[in-house]
């Protein structure tokens, strides 16, 4: 995880060291739409989940979690409820939690059950391993970087989405595309975040000039006080879904790897988690479910999803 989303979830932990869960039990097709959920609600949803594939009886071995989350009738997931574009609870509809974990969760119960009856329970950073553990949830999606260390507690699926730093520019800039086109740039970036090394090292000759915080960065984004911003590119996903003067472009330029937590020694599970996200990378619901949340707020096509197993720990 990185710095910016341990904040966002420890300042969310704080509000909720109640267990607090909530059932959500549709298509996410309630009448508001949050920022980066599309134009319309339904439609989206539409684009996301038609031909979702379900698993056949004969994959849903006698004994295993399949069964067991089949028997109940509902999945259970870590997810957080605050983060716009990948996890966020509609304050007018409680029942309504959009973007792109959350679409995934879903995705992942329509397998399992043929219909996305998933059950939420908000997450802090360091409750998660013990939630897996313990039994109360069945899966963690929740911008969970998969690590060695922590693989050693937990088994993570995937990896199922790249995070890592991306560029924000103005909306209506068209000479930054990428990372590739920062040199020469004065470049805004977090004091203190992994981009203060890593701008001089793709853009030897940018001006780099850096802001306590993310409020303040974009802000001077906004007033021409730089040509880009760098951060992490969920942040920047974030902040652009509230702040219509910038947009993110291009794609990550470094390897944060996000993978599904799954409770340790699960291989059943974990070779069954991992058949289904091939199947929505080909049926192309990733790719819908990437558009609608993530997408929203980028110039970018929809990107390549990582490979499965390809990092130390999936």
């Known amino acids: 995880m990185t710095r910016s989303t341990t904040r966002r979830k420890a300042a969310f932990a704080g509000a909720l060291l109640a267990a607090v869960t909530l059932a959500v039990t549709a298509c996410s097709s309630g009448s508001t739409n949050l920022p980066g959920s599309g134009s319309s609600s339904t439609s989206s949803a539409d684009a996301v989940f038609s031909g979702a594939p379900v698993a056949s009886a004969d994959l849903i071995i006698s004994g295993s979690t399949m069964e067991k989350i089949k028997k109940r009738g509902k999945l259970v997931v870590a997810e957080a409820l605050d983060a716009p574009l990948l996890s966020q609870q ?37 409750t998660r391993e013990a939630m897996l553990q313990n039994g109360t949830v069945d899966v963690v999606f929740n911008t969970y970087t998969i690590t060695e260390e922590r693989a050693q ?46 701008v001089p090292k793709i853009a030897p000759t940018a001006t780099v000039t850096a802001f306590a915080t993310d ?76 558009k609608t949340t993530l997408g929203t707020v980028t110039d970018s096509d929809i990107p390549t999803p990582p490979k499965i197993g390809s990092v130390p720990g999936s």
């Not at 995070?163 to 990372?179: E, H, M, P, Q, R």
Request: glycine letters at 10%.
């Open 90 to 126: 509609d304050p007018t509809n409680p029942d309504s939690v959009t973007g792109f974990d959350a679409d995934l969760a879903k995705l992942l119960a329509i397998y399992i059950l043929g219909k996305p009856n998933v059950e939420i329970v908000p997450p802090a950073s360091e």
């Open 153 to 198: 507690q937990v088994d993570f699926a995937g990896p199922y989405f790249e995070s890592g730093l991306a560029v924000a520019v103005k909306s209506d800039n068209k000479d930054i595309t990428s990372s590739k086109d920062l040199d020469g740039k004065t470049v805004i970036v977090g004091a203190n975040t992994p981009a203060v090394t890593e």
């Open 215 to 290: 409020p303040a960065a974009v802000q001077a984004l906004i007033q021409g006080r730089g040509d880009a911003y760098v951060q992490d590119y969920t942040l920047l996903a974030s902040d652009a879904a509230s702040e219509k003067q910038i947009k993110v472009v291009g794609q990550p330029f470094t390897k944060e790897p996000y993978g599904i937590g799954l409770k340790h020694g699960d291989s059943d599970f974990k070779s069954f988690v991992n058949d289904w996200l091939t199947k929505i990378q080909k049926g192309g619901q990733w790719g819908q479910a990437w």
